[in-house]
């Protein structure tokens, strides 16, 4: 089977900061992708790159068929949001409308769905993270971690192929991590695609099947959980030293 | 230093002081609302890609922000009227008073849409809306809210200032007075009762810009926080 993601020889720099320089590694169809490595080491540039956030400056990006490279259009971009969906560290809700509201807006503007086809759907994301009940708050009522569920489930409501984690718990308390990556783990277990940039190594030993180690810009090591325990270069090495 | 305070002149000319008040509302409540749309047009060009069309908002801008509007008031009423377009008083009045309130109500809109994260258009974005989408569900609304309060500021100082469009000879409140005054010599006491009514205009104004916020802003009408 085809990847779904697959990078080749990306390079990205901000001015004279060269933040990715070839990267290159695959997705495949139904399959958890971890990217781990250092502050700054461009991770959230990587994932950045592949929902066309950032744009590359050499190299190509194929996801979900849709073709990426340095001078990609408006247009492209949207079909290709119409496929992938991310979730942010700092969640991003919409402060004005309601968890409900969140939901429902990108079906019922992009997707066109009636009101209580949205409303139906809406209910049902929301039922999969846990947060039924929450559907009239406002975000500014929730917890950080049930804010993180609800932007899962915005991203869900859209069915996407693909979705995008970017230090999704970082900004959590350890109580409240282990709720969203309880979640996280779930749609795993149901088949969803996900590339992931994470500081949980244990999350990522058990629910990855593959780990990609980003180091300078660069895939410095990948390969499955095993990896963790066994790094072939000294950077992972101290890496995981000092993260486990 | 005696001074007989007489009213009686009320008894006879509160038919017209009335219909001045009416006058003003509607100069000031059409001059709002065009002012409040031009005003936002020209915040979204300010914070547009586009260096071009930022430069030519933030010119117009500083035009109409560095000069009087009497001065707007006369150039458009007396200036039109020389090139040959013969309009109304009452409509060069509400026309220059809009140009001057959409510059004040672009900086206020502008700096709201800018207190609106870049994450949010991102998020936005990356759901498939589209940039006006966007911007009219996700950029304008909270953006809008947050600024709510200086807005109405700017509203009320325009309403207070419709009164210098007498000086066009437009008929409104302070015209009245000054056709009353001309009639009855009872200049303090007619200036004292128009200041009272500006000041109950200016009190049903606010109330109905909080009545208004209570309906566009749902979040704000049920939790009462800011934004
Ligand atoms: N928009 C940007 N403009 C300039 N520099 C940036 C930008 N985004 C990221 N960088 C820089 O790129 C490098 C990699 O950033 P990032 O991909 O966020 O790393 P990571 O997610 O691994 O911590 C950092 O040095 C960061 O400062
Ligand atoms: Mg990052």
Redesign the interface.
Known sequence: MSPIVKLNNVSKSFGSLHVLQGVSFDVAAGSVVAIIGRSGSGKSTALRCINGLEKINSGEITVCNHHLHHDVTRAQLRALHLDVGIVFQSYNLFPHLTVGQNIMLAPRWVRKQSKSEAHEHAAEVLRKVGLAEKFDAYPEQLSGGQQQRVAIARSLAMEPKLMLFDEVTSALDPELTGEVLKVMESLARDGMTMVLVTHEMAFAKGVADKIVFMHQGRVWEEGGGEMLSAPQTPELRQFVGNGL | MTYTFDFSFLAEYWPQLLKGLVQTAQLSLLSIIFGFLLGTLLAIGRTAQSKLLRRICAIYVEAIRNTPLLVQMFMIYFGLASVGFKLSAEFCAVLAIVINVSSYTCEIMRAGIESV?K??R??????????L?SLF??VL??AT?RVYPALVSQFILIMLATSLVSQISAEELTSTAARIDSMTFRSFEIYTVVALIYIGLAFVFRLGFWALSRLV?P?LR??G?P?
Do not use: I, K, M
């Open positions: 994260r994450g949010q991102e998020a936005s974005d990356c759901l498939g809306l589209t940039w989408q569900l996700v609304p909270p809210e802003f979040r049920r939790l926080t934004l």
